[in-house]
Each structure stands twice: as C-alpha cells, then as structure tokens.
C-alpha cells in the first residue's frame, strides 16, 4: 500500500515539477518537502541540502549523497529503506510462485498416477477376462474330440 502512494504522490509531484522552473541548488538550506516539489531534485538529509536527481544513475552515488540520508518523492522514505522494502517484497513474491508452481505439479502428478494405476488395473482385468474365455473354449474344444 505504501509504494501505491509513492507511486501517487511521484505522478503529483511530477505534475507539479512540469509547472514549476526552480533549480534544485536554489532549495538547499529549506526543508525537504519544498526540495522535493522539484521532481527532479533529490534531498540530502545530513547536509540539508537539495540536490539535481542524478538521471544517468539508477541510484544516487555515495559520494553525493549516502542512501540511508538521501530522499526522493517523499520525504519519509529513503532509498536503503525502499531497496530493502522491494527485495523483501519481490523475493515474497518470487517464493510464493514457486511454491504454487511446486503444490500444482505434485498434485498433477498425484493424479495422473492415480489415472495409471486405475487404467493398468482395468487392462489386467481385462486379460484375466480373455483368458478365461480362451480357457472355457479350450475346454469345450477338448471335450468335443
């Protein structure tokens, strides 16, 4: 629920950046959620300061700002957090596939073995049944000379 409203407030904030033309620098010393009205500006909590989004980067380098300090979007989520939160959440999601992958394919084949017995039983039924027949007629064919 909480990255459906990152989610949100990024689009807003998106919106409000198109609007607005201030240069990230010229928020530094404000507060957090002025820098990141900008969305292209990215906060740096240990020195106050608001900073240009580097865009080349998936993540902002160290050396600019360090991850656990550094916000983007919103000012209560910051980026080890968000790394964390997401491994969490696609290593859940990934495990639980595997394990409706697993149950779906041992219950599959619980089946089809189940359909095997059942159909190699009816076949031997079904010789036992020839046999005898061949056995009555050998009889009658016996008995007849």
């Not at 198109?18 to 240069?23: D, H, N, Q, T, Y």
């Not at 010229?26 to 957090?32: A, E, G, H, K, L």
């Not at 990215?42 to 106050?48: A, D, G, S, V, Y």
């Amino acid at each position: 629920m909480d990255v459906l409203r990152c989610v949100c407030v990024f689009l807003c904030l998106l919106a409000a950046a198109a609007a607005e033309g201030v240069a990230c620098s010229q928020m530094s010393n404000t507060t957090c959620e002025t820098c990141l009205k900008n969305v292209t500006c990215l906060w740096c909590n240990t020195n106050r300061k608001c900073l240009e989004y580097p865009v080349r980067n998936i993540l902002p380098p160290s050396s600019l700002c360090k991850l656990s300090d550094a916000r983007w979007g919103i000012c209560w989520v910051n980026f080890e957090a968000l790394i964390i939160a997401m491994s969490v959440v696609g290593g859940v999601i990934i495990l639980s596939l595997v394990v409706c992958c697993c149950c779906c394919c041992r219950k599959k084949k619980n089946r089809n073995s189940s359909l095997e017995t059942e159909r190699t039983m009816r076949e031997n039924e079904e010789r036992k049944v020839r046999q005898e027949e061949r056995r009555t007629q050998m009889k009658k064919h016996d008995t007849m000379k």
